[in-house]
């Protein structure tokens, strides 16, 4: 069992980050001491608590002078977004680019976002659905079965695919 990294008490705590590559992000504390530092609110853990550790622990991989970076639009230094965990300005991703790359891709694993996108949905208009799907009963009236067949696949291929 790892103890606290605050008391020495065995820690009860523990949470981790694997990154592949590098040394996962690690931090084991007892329950008295996961709540003195707001990590832990009854039996809820803090996210925004946890991250602020990670920032404190982590944040200066990357950085010879840390106290040196500042935003220039927003007048913002590396080390009170340390302390807060918050940026000032959008300006500062760039003025804390050597900080942040390492804490992004220790949180997140990558330092790129790529974002969610909606599944494409098909092109086909509903006036040429409906006519193929009048054309599949009339072929199914006739008993043309292999014409019912092939419009039955093609109105699931554009349903699908455009």
Do not use: W
Not at 25 to 43: D, F, Q, R, T
Not at 83 to 99: I, K, N, T, V, W
Not at 124 to 145: C, D, F, N
Request: proline share 6%; glycine share 8%; charged share 25%.
């Amino acid at each position: 069992m790892k103890p606290c990294e605050k008391c020495g008490e065995p820690a009860s705590v523990h949470l981790g980050h694997p990154v592949a590559g590098q040394e996962p992000v690690e931090i084991h504390l007892c329950i008295s001491c996961a709540e003195k530092e707001n990590l832990l609110v009854g039996k809820e853990l803090q996210i925004s608590a946890i991250v602020q550790k990670i920032i404190t622990k982590y944040g200066t991989e990357g950085i010879d002078k840390p106290g040196q970076l500042i935003c220039p639009s927003c007048g913002m230094h590396y080390t009170e977004f340390r302390s807060q965990g918050r940026l000032g300005c959008a300006h500062d991703y760039e003025a804390f680019r050597p900080g942040l790359l390492p804490l992004l891709e220790r949180i997140h694993r990558k330092t790129v976002h790529t974002g969610k996108r909606p599944r494409q949905r098909s092109q086909i208009s509903p006036v040429e659905l409906q006519e193929l799907r009048l054309q599949l009963s009339e072929a199914v009236k006739l008993e043309a079965y292999e014409r019912a067949a092939e419009l039955r696949d093609l109105i699931r291929h554009k349903e699908h695919h455009g």
